[in-house]
């Protein structure tokens, strides 16, 4: 059975009042097709520590994957936070771990380790959480990059595990992915690139003895025609040009030296790929996550994602506009996907 993702911006720019954050949550709520929803992180974004939680007590049936930078906050606490939101929510919790790719964002936080070393101090982070998880007695760890004395939670996940969902191109990110993450996310390539990444790291897993599952992150630019698709996408496109020079679109920055930025970006080339896999926004937003898309009709998009299931990708986090978000049009397609792929 394929899954349904999609994201959701805990406050747009410039909203100071959560009224329409209610009204988004619950409409997602209201979903018959998402499975789960990703709250993301940045150091200039609403802190989804508030978020979640808030988003939780909102909804029933919404599950969350809460995106989380190793480096914040220490494991055992963030262990304890985890634990609780997990407990609270019913259940209805997984994290994206992300170690950043943007240097900036990160000193922002007064994060200023080097890149080399992000998954390994992430890979040490996750072993504590899990121990602190898990552990039947209190412990004491004494790593490389975190210290800590007789951990022990009183309130514990309730099924001792909180779901672990990342991505990463690097070799550190596929050793860390494959030794450690339940769903590794990809964002979307062609379908010759995104083979070669699934069966990258399924190679990886195997030699920790593991299986991960995977899935793919695209938006979606739906019409009844496929001319009337690219006239949503191209006015999408007008949008981002036109606010060039403002914050109101996340892009990368030129800085950001990240393998997996740099393999979008070099899809970019060709503005088309395979039958309707469009690269126009990711070379516009810099490679930023989050902007391939399809365009075309339901069924030329379905068959396209179709594809990408018979390769192994068993979740798809959809979004489509502007923002790459959740959008009511693409119930029907969310409904179709877990029909019929």
Not at 80 to 87: E, M, N, P, Q, S
Not at 157 to 175: K, Q, T, W
Not at 315 to 321: E, K, N, P
């Given at each position: 059975?394929?899954?349904?993702?999609?994201?959701?911006?805990?406050?747009?720019?410039?909203?100071?009042?959560?009224?329409?954050?209610?009204?988004?949550?619950?409409?997602?709520?209201?979903?018959?097709?998402v499975d789960r929803?990703?709250?993301g992180y940045s150091?200039?974004?609403?802190?989804?520590?508030?978020?979640?939680?808030?988003?939780?007590?909102?909804?029933?049936?919404?599950?969350?994957?809460?995106?989380?930078?190793?480096?914040?906050?220490?494991?055992?606490?963030?262990?304890?936070?985890?634990?609780?939101?997990?407990?609270?929510?019913?259940?209805?919790?997984?994290?994206?771990?992300?170690?950043?790719?943007?240097?900036?964002?990160?000193?922002?936080?007064?994060?200023?380790?080097?890149?080399?070393?992000?998954?390994?101090?992430?890979?040490?982070?996750?072993?504590?959480?899990?121990?602190?998880?898990?552990?039947?007695?209190?412990?004491?760890?004494?790593?490389?990059?975190?210290?800590?004395?007789?951990?022990?939670?009183?309130?514990?996940?309730?099924?001792?595990?909180?779901?672990?969902?990342?991505?990463?191109?690097?070799?550190?990110?596929?050793?860390?992915?494959?030794?450690?993450?339940?769903?590794?996310?990809?964002?979307?390539?062609?379908?010759?690139?995104?083979?070669?990444?699934?069966?990258?790291?399924?190679?990886?897993?195997?030699?920790?003895?593991?299986?991960?599952?995977?899935?793919?992150?695209?938006?979606?630019?739906?019409?009844?025609?496929?001319?009337?698709?690219?006239?949503?996408?191209?006015?999408?496109?007008?949008?981002?040009?036109?606010?060039?020079?403002?914050?109101?679109?996340?892009?990368?920055?030129?800085?950001?030296?990240?393998?997996?930025?740099?393999?979008?970006?070099?899809?970019?080339?060709?503005?088309?790929?395979?039958?309707?896999?469009?690269?126009?926004?990711?070379?516009?937003?810099?490679?930023?996550?989050?902007?391939?898309?399809?365009?075309?009709?339901?069924?030329?998009?379905?068959?396209?994602?179709?594809?990408?299931?018979?390769?192994?990708?068993?979740?798809?986090?959809?979004?489509?506009?502007?923002?790459?978000?959740?959008?009511?049009?693409?119930?029907?397609?969310?409904?179709?996907?877990?029909?019929?792929?």
């Open positions: 059975m394929v899954d349904v993702f999609t994201g959701l911006q805990p406050l747009e720019i410039g909203e100071d009042n959560p009224a329409e954050l209610i009204r988004r949550a619950q409409e997602l709520n209201e979903s018959e097709a929803v990703l709250v150091s200039i974004w609403p802190h989804n520590h508030a978020t979640a939680p808030f988003l939780a007590a909102l909804t029933d049936k919404m599950s969350l994957i809460v995106a989380h930078r190793p480096g914040v906050i220490h494991p055992t606490a963030a262990a304890r936070y985890f634990a609780t939101l997990d407990v609270l929510s019913g259940g209805r919790l997984a994290i994206n771990l992300v170690t950043g790719g943007s240097d900036k964002d990160l000193h922002r936080e007064g994060d200023y380790l080097p890149k080399s070393e992000r998954y390994t101090r992430a890979s040490e982070y996750l072993d504590v959480m899990k121990a602190a998880w898990s552990a039947p007695e209190a412990f004491d760890h004494h790593g490389e990059y975190y210290t800590a004395e007789r951990v022990h939670l009183l309130t514990r996940p309730l099924h001792r595990h909180v779901p672990i969902f990342m991505g990463g191109e690097s070799d550190a990110a596929v050793d860390f992915g494959a030794s450690h993450a339940d769903t590794y996310m990809l964002w979307g390539e062609p379908l010759a690139g995104t083979a070669e990444r699934i069966e990258r790291v399924r190679a990886a897993a195997e030699g920790y003895g593991r299986a991960v599952d995977f899935s793919l992150s695209l938006r979606l630019f739906i019409g009844d025609t496929d001319d009337e698709a690219w006239e949503t996408a191209r006015a999408v496109e007008r949008t981002i040009v036109e606010a060039q020079g403002t914050h109101q679109f996340l892009r990368s920055s030129t800085t950001d030296k990240s393998v997996g930025r740099e393999r979008q970006l070099a899809l970019t080339s060709e503005e088309l790929h395979d039958d309707c896999f469009w690269t126009g926004l990711v070379k516009l937003l810099g490679g930023f996550a989050n902007s391939a898309a399809l365009v075309g009709t339901e069924d030329r998009i379905l068959e396209s994602l179709a594809k990408y299931r018979d390769l192994g990708v068993s979740a798809f986090l959809i979004s489509t506009g502007t923002e790459a978000a959740w959008h009511p049009s693409l119930e029907n397609v969310a409904h179709r996907i877990k029909k019929e792929l």
